[in-house]
């Protein structure tokens, strides 16, 4: 099921850009795929959401973008990498912060152990290590295994 030439240099952890999000705190991924349907992206795959995956804040992954086709989650590295975008990511006041749920960080850890395991050479980057956004709103470095993670700048 797995192609794209089968390796994949980067898994890219995000979460929904900060100014979709603004007095939007539970958004979902039909909002996201709706939203991406605005922005006119292609719905290959039978589905206009960008992201490879999309992790609800009850922990549910729902299943996006395939994964043998290229998603749009970080412009600099769509087409080497998997795209894994969390609900979340803003305060109250919508500012920036790490509002993962328990839940959450247990399908995120479940979900890059597994993709991982498919693709053992692929490192985490957190979508601000590739590009400059407050996204996600967590170090990467600091939640995944040091090894399984992109070299700090």
Known sequence: MVTRNDKYLLIVIRNPVPERMIMIILISYVDIA????????????????GYHY????????????????????????????IGICYIGGLDEKGEPCDTRTYEQCESMMSLVTFLRHCFPKALIYGHRDLMPRDC????????????????QK
């Open 34 to 49: 709706n939203w991406h349907k605005e922005r006119k992206f292609s719905a290959t795959g039978g589905t206009y959401c």
């Open 136 to 151: 996600p709103c967590f170090e990467v470095r600091h939640f995944f295994p040091m090894e399984w993670c992109a070299p």
């Open 54 to 81: 999309v992790i609800d804040l009850d922990g549910t992954i729902e299943i996006g973008k395939p994964i043998d086709l290229v998603g749009c989650h970080c412009k600099a590295s769509n087409a080497d990498s």
